[in-house]
């Protein structure tokens, strides 16, 4: 059973930064690629970064690139989202999300395993 549990949402004023964790349990973490999408509320969710196995791969939506950077650690079983210079419309509920592909991908349903979710709000 894998298990992913992110933290590190919460209130940021716009220009702040924010650092998301994703905890997977298991012991494939390292062969797994991962990504984060992210849902603000009444839209569809929405791909934000996803990296390979290795973490040396990485891809970004146009929204959030050069501001945000993933990165996973598999000595931790651990990914990350660091997310510099927030603005409003990055506010939404972040996913991570767990593929047994290996690879980075952008598409949601590549992905097989997702955390239940943390609450990113940017505001003033």
């Known amino acids: 059973q894998v298990q992913l549990t992110e933290s590190g949402g919460g209130l940021a004023q716009p220009g702040d930064s924010l650092k998301l964790s994703c905890v997977v349990s298991?012991?494939?973490?390292?062969?797994?690629?991962m990504g984060w999408f992210r849902q603000a509320p009444g839209t569809e969710l929405e791909f934000v970064a996803a990296t390979d196995w290795s973490g040396s791969r990485t891809r970004y939506a146009d929204s959030v690139k050069g501001r945000f950077t993933i990165s996973k650690e598999n000595a931790k079983n651990t990914v990350y989202l660091e997310m510099n210079s927030l603005k409003p419309e990055d506010t939404a509920d972040y996913y991570c999300?767990?593929?047994?592909?290996?690879?980075?991908?952008?598409?949601?349903?590549?992905?097989?395993?997702w955390g239940q979710g943390t609450q990113v709000t940017v505001s003033s």
């Open positions: 298991g012991d494939n973490f390292s062969n797994f690629g």
């Open positions: 999300a767990a593929t047994v592909m290996g690879t980075a991908q952008v598409m949601n349903s590549m992905y097989q395993h």
